[in-house]
């Protein structure tokens, strides 16, 4: 088994294809010369997938979900 692939995430898009989408994600790494080196890796998730990592992201960080706001809550503030 390969050792894991250790980096700090820098980045990060999405390209939307309707049902699935592709993250990608920018890592740095630094390489044996103390050289840093930027990597990415493309993710291909369902809307599923994406919808229970922002759910996990949220609970692991502490962070609350945004609320929507109402139409009225829109056009009038608060």
Sequence with gaps: MDPLDS????GWKINDLGQRMVLR???MHRTE???KQLRE???LLDRN?????AN????????SRP???G???????N
């Design 41 to 43: 890796r493309a993710v």
């Design 67 to 69: 609320k929507r706001r």
């Design 56 to 63: 996990y992201l949220y609970e692991v960080t502490g962070q």
């Design 49 to 53: 997938q994406a919808v229970l990592l």
């Design 7 to 10: 980096g700090a995430l820098v």
């Design 33 to 35: 010369q103390e050289d």
């Design 25 to 27: 994600l920018q890592t």
């Design 71 to 77: 139409l009225l809550q829109m056009l009038f503030g």
